[in-house]
């Protein structure tokens, strides 16, 4: 998938931190583009707090079963602890990362 302008991955609904991984990003609703990458596919992606707040991460697509239909969430590995409220954003902003695709 190649993009030249920031895609929106998804909206956050929840995040739960799993210690040594990083921060599961849960959707709030549809995930649209994330259905174009396979499973774990690493991204370059940025967060957009819904204060204006931006912060750069590496994140791999995931799949999470929460009722009878599994989903596309994000697994995002910031460098830092960063809190995502929900309503933060989930921006790609290039394509996926060479040799981290799976």
């Known amino acids: 998938m190649t993009t030249s302008a920031p895609t929106l991955l998804?909206?956050?609904?929840?995040?739960?931190?799993?210690p040594g991984l990083g921060l599961l990003a849960?959707?709030?609703?549809?995930?649209?583009?994330?259905?174009?990458?396979?499973?774990?596919?690493?991204?370059a992606a940025e967060a957009v707090l819904p204060d204006g707040a931006?912060?750069?991460?590496t994140a791999t697509v995931e799949e999470?079963?929460?009722?009878?239909?599994p989903e596309r969430g994000l697994l995002l590995e910031f460098g830092a602890a960063v809190d995502l409220p929900a309503g933060t954003e989930i921006w790609l902003v290039l394509p996926p990362l060479p040799g981290l695709d799976g």
């Open 64 to 69: 999470i079963t929460r009722g009878a239909i």
């Open 26 to 43: 849960l959707p709030s609703g549809p995930t649209p583009h994330l259905a174009a990458y396979e499973l774990h596919a690493a991204v």
């Open 54 to 57: 931006r912060h750069a991460a």
């Open 10 to 18: 998804l909206r956050v609904a929840a995040t739960w931190p799993l």
